[in-house]
């Protein structure tokens, strides 16, 4: 049976960390880089493909930032925004809350309110799949540009936006300097998510933790070097964000036979799985699935156990996770 006919693709999915500008179908990226007049590494769609191939974590960064220029203008997001959507709808991908990193596009003179605005307008093309909006603060700005970004993200949370979350360049900047930022995130309302424990060991979770007071925690790959924390996590049941096959796509474990989603599981954290850059990586939420099922020796009720989770743990209203709960369970493909 193939991925497209089979279960992990049929059933009702939902994901909670997933960045946008990493989940742009390639041959929309491609129409992207030939409107801005192509680029001599890039001959061609197969040349692009293949420049999604990562050294380690910095090299990973150092492409997508190559990536970022090809999006210049506010009707790029809307189109961009609309083929991710409906990418999602191919997949059976029902809910999803994506990241966004506006601050990356301040170079091309655009502003988060209308980055955002435009984002929306595409998704907004596509009423078979919801999708909420996360805006990376990113971390390489530094955290007095990151509380200018929060407050211009403040002016459109009517757009979907429910919370707000540090990407980036982890292993050069650590959670702890952006706790002011994030007690203002709360003061405003905001659910709050950080990147951590993905390229750094378990202090950068910690950080998150006591730091910064997150609802959730994007990553967490390197947890595990804390027994302590591991037992926090359970004990707290804070939702972690994995993305084995990124992690492994990155460098940030040495192989997928390494990584920790099972001893996760095993011990009762409570996790989500997600794709986190899925055409930067070439992989999908059903392969992510298949993997557990097939190599991790998950069970397909485990990997339902773990989509109810996914549901929980996001930042909907209590009646629209109650509906989406009912809207899998009900389903024929369940």
């Not at 930022?181 to 709050?192: I, N």
Request: hydrophobic fraction near 40%.
């Amino acid at each position: 049976m193939t991925e497209k006919t089979s279960w992990y693709q049929a059933v009702p999915k939902a994901e909670l960390h997933l960045h946008l500008e990493g989940a742009i179908p390639l041959e929309t990226l491609w129409e992207l880089v030939l409107k801005y007049g192509g680029d001599q590494e890039v001959p061609d769609l197969a040349a692009l493909e293949q420049k999604f191939e990562y050294r380690d974590f910095p090299h990973f960064i150092d492409i997508w930032v190559w990536k970022n220029q090809f999006i210049r203008e506010y009707e790029d997001f809307t189109f961009l925004a609309e083929a991710f959507a409906r990418d999602l709808v191919s997949q059976n991908i029902r809910y999803v809350e994506t990241f966004y990193s506006p601050p990356d596009f301040a170079r091309f003179g655009l502003t988060i309110q209308e980055i955002t605005a435009a984002i929306r307008k595409g998704l907004d093309r596509v009423p078979a799949v919801k999708v909420y909006l996360i805006p990376d603060l990113v971390r390489d700005f530094g955290p007095e540009q990151a509380g200018v970004s929060l407050q211009k993200v403040n002016e459109v949370r009517e757009l979907g936006i429910p919370g707000v979350g540090i990407g980036g360049s982890e292993q050069l900047f650590p959670p702890e300097p952006f706790a002011a930022v994030y007690e203002e995130a709360r003061r405003l309302g905001f659910h709050t998510t950080a990147h951590a424990g993905e390229v750094v060991g378990a202090e950068s979770v910690w950080g998150a933790v006591n730091s910064l007071h997150v609802d959730r925690i994007g990553h967490a790959t390197h947890a595990e070097e804390d027994e302590r924390l591991l037992d926090f996590l359970a004990e707290e049941q804070i939702p972690l964000e994995l993305c084995p096959i990124s992690n492994v796509c990155t460098g940030s474990v040495s192989s997928y036979e390494q990584h920790p989603v099972r001893r996760y599981f095993d011990r009762g954290l409570k996790i989500s799985i997600n794709t986190d850059d899925p055409k930067m990586f070439g992989n999908s939420l059903a392969e992510e699935y298949r993997r557990l099922v097939e190599i991790m020796g998950f069970t397909t009720e485990d990997i339902r156990k773990v989509l109810l989770q996914t549901i929980d743990a996001s930042w909907q209203s209590e009646e629209e996770k109650h509906s989406l709960r009912q809207e899998f369970i009900n389903s024929p493909d369940w």
